[in-house]
T-cell receptor, first 113, second 113 residues
Framework: QKEVEQDPGPLSVPEGAIVSLNCTYSNSAFQYFMWYRQYSRKGPELLMYTYSSGNKEDGRFTAQVDKSSKYISLFIRDSQPSDSATYLCAMSLGYSSASKIIFGSGTRLSIRP | NAGVTQTPKFRVLKTGQSMTLLCAQDMNHEYMYWYRQDPGMGLRLIHYSVGEGTTAKGEVPDGYNVSRLKKQNFLLGLESAAPSQTSVYFC????????????FGQGTRLTVV
């Protein structure tokens, strides 16, 4: 079983829709939870990160972490064609041993104009 | 402000040939990583380094070697390339263990025929 599971999609939604992207994980020691966005033929870029449980909002993006269920989500409101990309969830351990970052397989998202 | 630079960007190798991928970062980061990205597999960690002169194995280290002789450079070597090593390789760096953001290079597309 992989440490981090993510539905690969592809996911296609109309412009303006709310998008929900999700990951599950098996290692309860993960403390940092991140979402990276990767445009075609580019390297991933950090979109949002959350420490431990809770919600974090940044503009149209909201990240949620539910450690009891080992489940994280990324919501995109008022989706735009420019949001079309692959979204990768990522996780790492706490501060004392946070050397490795483990990624999900990525979800390819397409926003239709 | 170059960030993380990977060399080369593209390469075609014959089975059995060797090559070295170079990653250079100008942000004085301690941690550096090599990932490979294959369709449906996400980013898988090959090797990583937590400082100059150190290296450690990731999830898929077989067939690869690495060196970190200088803090700014992290080299990934393929001693005898195999078709299974056809992939897109990404290098990343981050400041330290408490810093969640990893900065990625643009990737190296390697084809082994």
């Amino acid at each position: 079983q992989k440490e981090v599971e993510q539905d690969p999609g592809p996911l296609s939604v109309p412009e303006g829709a709310i998008v929900s992207l999700n990951c599950t994980y098996s290692n309860s020691a993960f403390q940092y939870f991140m979402w990276y966005r990767q445009y075609s033929r580019k390297g991933p870029e950090l979109l949002m990160y959350t420490y431990s449980s809770g919600n974090k909002e940044d503009g149209r993006f909201t990240a949620q972490v539910d450690k009891s269920s080992k489940y994280i989500s990324l919501f995109i409101r008022d989706s735009q064609p420019s949001d079309s990309a692959t979204y990768l969830c990522a996780m790492s351990l706490g501060y004392s041993s946070a050397s490795k970052i483990i990624f999900g397989s990525g979800t390819r998202l397409s926003i239709r104009p | 402000n170059a960030g993380v630079t990977q060399t080369p960007k593209f390469r075609v190798l014959k089975t059995g040939q060797s090559m070295t991928l170079l990653c250079a970062q100008d942000m004085n980061h301690e941690y550096m990583y090599w990932y490979r990205q294959d369709p449906g597999m996400g980013l898988r960690l090959i090797h990583y380094s937590v400082g100059e002169g150190t290296t450690a194995k990731g999830e898929v280290p077989d067939g690869y070697n690495v060196s970190r002789l200088k803090k700014q450079n992290f080299l990934l070597g393929l001693e005898s390339a195999a078709p299974s090593q056809t992939s897109v390789y990404f290098c990343a760096s981050r400041r330290d263990r408490g810093d969640t953001e990893a900065f990625f290079g643009q990737g190296t597309r390697l084809t082994v025929v």
